[in-house]
């Protein structure tokens, strides 16, 4: 099993462009998320879902969009990139919720994003 | 105050030492507690869920004090490899509470 995979690993937008960072998950995972990491910060939740077709805000959501078609991808899209969107974003999965087991996450290995 | 806090380090220590750290959440009903792993520029690992009568994994060794809110990891024997970012994180319930600390870097000296 690949477990969770991020594409790409490195990117450099421009102010005001846009794109999207692709994640899959080969464990049949029914929730998914997005974290990014700022330096010397917590991992921050962008958004999540708890299954296909549901999706829901994390804590700080402003400047994303995500959709959740298939249980195995979950795609991050950035529009009109600003340099506070500078940051290290990670896509993860866990089974569910209700026993530490089942909220342990799995981490795809990151994507580092520069706006310049 | 901070929902999880924890102290950035950097601990130093000598290989073959003990290292604990302490990690202070302010949210009362928290429920679940987790020890996550990280290596510089990689992706954090789970290294320890935290059950609420403490638990030991080889070297590892997680407590729980509800009444003074915070969870604690004991680090013995310490290795070169065990050299990462502890992240501390916890939830009163379900994955979409989850709430990271800034970490606790760790530098393991030969």
């Known amino acids: 099993n690949a477990g969770v995979t991020q594409t790409p690993k490195f990117r450099i937008l421009k102010i005001g462009q846009s794109m999207t960072l692709q994640c899959t998950q080969d464990?049949?995972?029914?929730?998914m998320y997005w974290y990014r990491q700022d330096p010397g910060m917590g991992l921050k939740l962008i958004y999540y879902s708890v299954g296909a077709g549901i999706t829901d805000k994390g804590e700080v959501p402003n400047g994303y969009n995500v959709s959740r078609s298939t249980t195995e991808d979950f795609p991050l899209r950035l529009e009109l990139a600003a340099p506070s969107q500078t940051s290290v974003y990670f896509c993860a999965s866990s089974y569910g919720r209700g026993s530490l087991r089942d909220e342990k996450l799995f981490f795809g290995s990151g994507t580092q994003l520069s706006v310049l | 105050r901070k929902e999880v806090e924890q102290d950035p380090g950097p601990f130093n220590v000598p290989e073959g030492a003990t290292v604990a750290f302490n990690c202070t959440y302010s949210?009362?009903?928290?429920?679940?507690f987790f020890w996550y792993r990280q290596d510089c520029r990689k992706e954090p690992k789970l290294l320890m869920s935290?059950?609420?009568s403490g638990n030991e994994d080889g070297r590892f060794t997680a407590q729980l004090n509800r009444a003074s809110q915070y969870i604690s990891l004991l680090i013995r024997d310490s290795k070169l490899s065990d050299s990462a970012t502890y992240l501390c994180?916890?939830?009163?319930?379900?994955?979409?509470?989850?709430?990271f600390g800034t970490g606790t870097r760790l530098t393991i000296i030969p």
């Open positions: 994180v916890v939830t009163p319930f379900g994955n979409e509470k989850l709430t």
């Open positions: 935290v059950y609420s």
């Open positions: 949210n009362s009903a928290s429920q679940s």
């Open positions: 464990m049949n995972h029914n929730y």
